[in-house]
């Protein structure tokens, strides 16, 4: 009896030691979010969604304000503005001063997709990975891999993503895409039709929603500096947004003003490429972070530290 006891545990230290080395080898080809919950806390985020994760560089911001930033931005469908992001940013920021903040904004990220929009329970973020992540600095992040592989380990062993790496600054590259202009033209008008079709019908203003930017604003301000940026889309997709919500500075006004600068880049949209017209190509995001960089660099107090 002892010896099948002996037996059954070291069979359960075996099998749990192989689980383990397999989980310590998933990395930024793993899923596109998982490289965020590994790396420490952090002083210095870009927040938003998908735009900002694809288009906002960290290594560029750092040649010219010579300070590490990590980009903590996911999708607008995991990260728009509410309790749960607001909550996700906390836990992944060090709390140390002179920080440096930049969060992207846009109407859809302050809007929700129910009958209710200020029904908190009702918001699509709720059942999704960024309010089951209570551990965002652990690696390997067990607790990440466990509740959102959905028992899909092989993803670790076997990478089969070709299209993206998150990089461990937080940056999304999206690469291998066709960037031929038939292949650009057919994803940008899909991805209109999309927004157009599924999304616009179903989009309203969340005073919720908002009410979580002013407080996340507002947090990060007892830490550093806040800057507010609309990143650049297609023209095609500013239209919608203009539809959906054409005073959209002025919903905003309180966080501009709570901000320390709010750089709306939409005017620039035809001087960049977009593989759908929802996000940068990086070479555009490469000199998007770079005007992005040097507009903060001018408005940025001296004696903030790094």
């Given at each position: ?10 069979f ?7 689980i383990?080395?397999?989980?310590s ?6 899923d596109?979010?998982?490289?965020r ?7 210095n ?12 560089q960290?290594?560029?911001?750092q040649k010219?304000?010579n ?5 903590y931005?996911f999708?607008?469908?995991h990260?728009?503005f ?7 940013i906390k836990r992944?920021h ?9 969060i992207a904004?846009?109407p859809w ?6 009958s ?5 329970s009702?918001?699509?973020?709720n059942?999704?990975?960024l ?6 600095d652990l ?14 380990y092989?993803?670790i ?8 790496k ?6 999304l590259?999206?690469s291998n895409?066709?960037?031929d202009?038939i ?5 940008i008008s899909n991805r209109?039709?999309s927004?157009?079709?599924d ?10 929603r908002l009410k979580?930017?002013i407080?996340?604003?507002t947090y ?8 507010l940026?609309?990143v ?9 947004e203009?539809?959906l ?15 320390d ?8 949209n035809d001087s ?10 990086k ?7 770079v005007i992005?960089?040097n ?7 001296l004696?903030?530290?790094?």
């Open positions: 009896m002892k010896k099948f006891i002996f037996q059954i545990i070291l359960g230290s075996i099998f749990s030691s192989v383990l080395l397999i989980l080898m998933a990395d930024g080809d793993t596109p979010f998982y490289s919950f590994t790396s420490p806390k952090q002083k985020m870009i927040l938003g969604t998908s735009r900002a994760a694809q288009g906002l960290p290594a560029q911001f010219i304000l300070r590490r930033i990590f980009n931005s999708t607008v469908v990260s728009p509410g309790k749960v992001y607001y909550e996700s992944k060090n709390q140390e001063k002179g920080g440096l903040f930049i904004v846009d990220s302050i809007s929700s997709w129910c209710s929009p200020n029904d908190l009702q918001f699509r973020e059942n999704l990975f309010n089951k992540t209570n551990v965002v690696n390997p992040n067990v607790f990440y891999l466990l509740n959102n592989l959905s028992g899909e092989s993803k062993l076997f990478k089969t993503n070709s299209n993206w998150l990089h461990d600054d937080g940056w590259e999206v895409l066709p960037m202009s292949s650009v033209v057919n994803r209109v039709k927004y157009r079709l999304y616009l019908p179903k989009t309203n203003l969340s005073s919720i979580y930017l407080k996340i604003i990060l301000k007892e830490y550093g500096n806040v800057y940026v609309r650049p889309i297609h023209n095609r997709m500013l239209e919608i203009k539809e919500m054409p005073d959209f500075d002025s919903i905003i006004k309180e966080g501009i003003d709570l901000s600068g709010y750089f709306d880049l939409t005017p620039q960049f490429e977009y593989t759908d017209g929802n996000h940068l190509y070479d555009s995001g490469e000199k998007v972070s992005l960089a507009l903060i660099k001018e408005k940025i107090p004696h903030d530290s790094n």
